[in-house]
């Protein structure tokens, strides 16, 4: 069976190292920390027309954390569609219209201010 020697100065300077490594760690501000989150729905709006139909997004919430935003998102094949982010509460938000391909639906999206 091998035995690998350790010197008493190598081990007593890694002991040093990691017990001041834990030190200064401790030492270190802690970042308070910021939840984002919120009540909110969204829906597809649909105007039919002769030639192609166009369609936005409609977002709106009923709550959202001081630290939140918010925007709707219009999930469709291509370059998805957004409203503006806001921070207003029951008020509804409306993306352009477009005349999409294909809409697969909307959703939500909230952020950290």
Not at 2 to 11: E, F, H, M, N
Not at 64 to 87: C, H, I, M
Not at 100 to 110: A, D, R, T
């Amino acid at each position: 069976m091998w035995r690998t020697a350790i010197r008493k100065g190598a081990a007593r300077k890694a002991v040093a190292v990691a017990v001041a490594t834990v030190g200064v760690a401790a030492l270190a501000p802690v970042a308070p920390a910021h939840a984002v989150g919120g009540n909110c729905s969204s829906r597809v709006g649909h105007q039919a027309r002769t030639g192609p139909d166009y369609y936005r997004v409609e977002a709106i919430c009923s709550s959202l954390q001081a630290d939140s935003k918010a925007r709707g998102e219009l999930d469709v094949w291509g370059p998805n569609s957004y409203t503006s982010w806001f921070t207003a509460i029951n008020s509804w938000r409306y993306s352009s219209w477009g005349d999409f391909v294909n809409v697969y639906g909307s959703n939500v999206q909230i952020a950290h201010i």
